[in-house]
Nanobody
Framework: QVQLVQTGGGLVQPGGSLILSCAAS????????VRWYRQAPGKEREWIAA????????FYAEAVKGRCSISRNDAGSTVYLHLMNLTPEDTAVYYC?????WGQGTQVTVSS
């Protein structure tokens, strides 16, 4: 059974940056890739980023393009979402997903 466990998030000041982690058990991301989503208060969940490594592709939503990237550890078992220049509009619960499996979500609040 595949499990995705997220860490990171919390309170970030406007203009700051964050790194969210998503660790997989029972899978490596190399073959299946990862997608990131977020859900802001009162809004529907939105896709923000995706990356796969074999073959290599990465895609970013307009809302985060240019200030977002996805990386992974050498083992391919943990992926990281890097997001910079945060604004209050980035406040949301962030989720990672791979195939049909989802992380538990992690809250990011951007506020001074």
């Amino acid at each position: 059974q595949v499990q995705l466990v997220q860490t990171g998030g919390g309170l970030v000041q406007p203009g700051g940056s964050l790194i969210l982690s998503c660790a997989a058990s029972g899978r490596t991301f190399d073959n299946y890739g990862v997608r990131w989503y977020r859900q802001a208060p009162g809004k529907e969940r939105e896709w923000i980023a995706a990356r796969r490594w074999d073959p290599h592709d990465e895609f970013y939503a307009e809302a985060v393009k240019g200030r977002c990237s996805i990386s992974r550890n050498d083992a391919g078992s943990t992926v990281y979402l890097h997001l910079m220049n945060l604004t209050p509009e980035d406040t949301a619960v962030y989720y990672c997903a791979s195939e049909d499996d989802w992380g538990q979500g992690t809250q990011v609040t951007v506020s001074s």
